[in-house]
């Protein structure tokens, strides 16, 4: 029995307003045994960290993430392998490790292949929550052929720049996919409801799918206790998905007030990517961005931080997400600190923990509480109410722990 042991620690569980102090957290093999401001036993065999005061929370968890959007410029993804892509994706994948995410949710690529690879121990990485390619109609926000390529009936595994999205349209082949995409292991499915900052033919506003479409494929997820996500940023097309079923809106920055009650009303979610929008805009260009993607970046992010007031005073549940491509990846934890301008850390926190944890279905995760997986990290300070604090993991983060183990640590075991 593998026994650590927690001492001396302020502890934020995911969950409740306030981080305390004093208390020591037991784990046995991978899970969280107890909880308490007493003094734990947990044998001869158990390892000690006496963490003097610092804090302990859950493990983080993205989730909007793509692991395989190794360019951020998606025509550069032409004619790669997928081989290559992968061993290109290793090191981004364990880098989200490395900065205290240890669950992050692919929406849109990434598939059970990468995400089993991590589970068996080949790839180190945070465990991966995967729903295959996004669904895209003709001329939607997935679909980057070229301008005199008419064909549909490609092979969209040949390359890493198909595989990030599929064009479907209509109930039936919709239906059709996501069941193969389920029978596969999927763990939700994502369609693509608007148009896009990326996509080279479709303005942001633009609703996407029919709501029959969007319902069709709902109804298929939920047969399997799956549900959908949906890219959408303004407010006709958040309000279709919510209508047609979606649980998650993803982005949703130029929604209003009105549109934000109805997605509380349905008890869904919003996950605001706020960093993708503020630190492309700042390197887009120079990476190759054209002129009319630059011009919807700055539009939807001008709107970002407004949507995070209306969604909270609507009572909306908000996830945390990233959405970073490419050359990006490194502001990961960015997003905590843009999230701080208008919110309190302890939210945003949360968001990052526990609520996350709701949307990708695992209540065992993003707490830490008897019972729970023993997904854990240690900072230094206190960013309840430093928030900056989770931006600078070289130099507050001490230890990440995922599934029991430790993964990295710089801390003296007793």
Not at 28 to 48: N, Q, W
Not at 298 to 313: F, H, I, T
């Amino acid at each position: 029995m593998a026994a650590i042991a927690f001492t001396n620690a302020t502890l934020f569980d995911g969950v409740n307003d306030e981080a305390v102090p004093g208390m020591n957290v037991l784990v046995v093999d991978g899970k969280i045994e107890a909880v308490s401001d007493k003094p734990l036993s947990g044998g001869d065999s158990v390892t000690e960290y006496d963490l003097g005061g610092r804090t302990l929370m859950p493990g983080l968890i993205d989730a909007h993430a793509h692991v395989f959007a190794i360019n951020l410029v998606e025509e550069h993804n032409r004619n790669i392998a997928i081989t290559e892509m992968t061993a290109r994706a290793v090191p981004r994948i364990r880098k989200m490790l490395d900065r205290g995410f240890t669950s992050v949710r692919d929406v849109a690529g990434g598939d059970v292949g990468i995400r089993n690879a991590i589970a068996q121990g080949f790839i180190p990485g945070p465990r991966l929550f995967v729903g295959g390619p996004a669904l895209s109609q003709i001329g939607g926000h997935g679909d980057h052929r070229n301008l005199t390529d008419d064909s549909l009936d490609i092979d969209f595994n040949a390359s890493a720049f198909n595989f990030e999205c599929r064009i479907v349209e209509g109930e039936g082949p919709l239906r059709s996919h996501v069941r193969n995409e389920l029978r596969k292991g999927a763990d939700h499915i994502k369609v693509l409801a608007s148009g896009g900052v990326g996509s080279p033919t479709d303005a942001i506003d633009q609703i996407q799918y029919s709501e029959a479409e969007i319902r069709a494929v709902c109804e298929e997820a939920a047969v399997r206790g799956k549900y959908v996500a949906a890219h959408a940023y303004e407010s006709a097309a958040i309000a279709h998905s919510i209508r047609a079923g979606v649980r998650t809106i993803e982005h949703a920055n130029l929604i209003n007030a009105e549109t934000a009650a109805v997605v509380a009303e349905a008890d869904a979610y919003i996950v605001p990517t706020l960093v993708a929008y503020e630190v492309t805009a700042q390197h887009g260009a120079e990476l190759g961005l054209s002129e009319y993607v630059m011009e919807k970046l700055n539009y939807v992010n001008d709107s970002g931080l407004k949507m995070l007031g209306l969604a909270e005073k609507a009572g909306v549940k908000l996830g945390f997400g990233t959405d970073l491509m490419g050359q990006m990846e490194f502001a990961q934890l960015q997003e905590f600190v843009i999230r701080g301008r208008v919110q309190r850390p302890v939210d945003v926190l949360k968001s990052a923990t526990s609520v996350n944890a709701e949307i990708v279905q695992r209540d065992d995760l993003g707490v830490i509480r008897a019972g729970a997986t023993a997904d854990m990290i240690v900072v230094d300070g206190d960013p309840l109410t430093d928030i900056s604090i989770m931006n600078a993991p070289e130099q507050h983060l001490r230890l990440i722990m995922k599934d029991g183990d430790i993964y990295k640590t710089d801390l003296t075991a007793k």
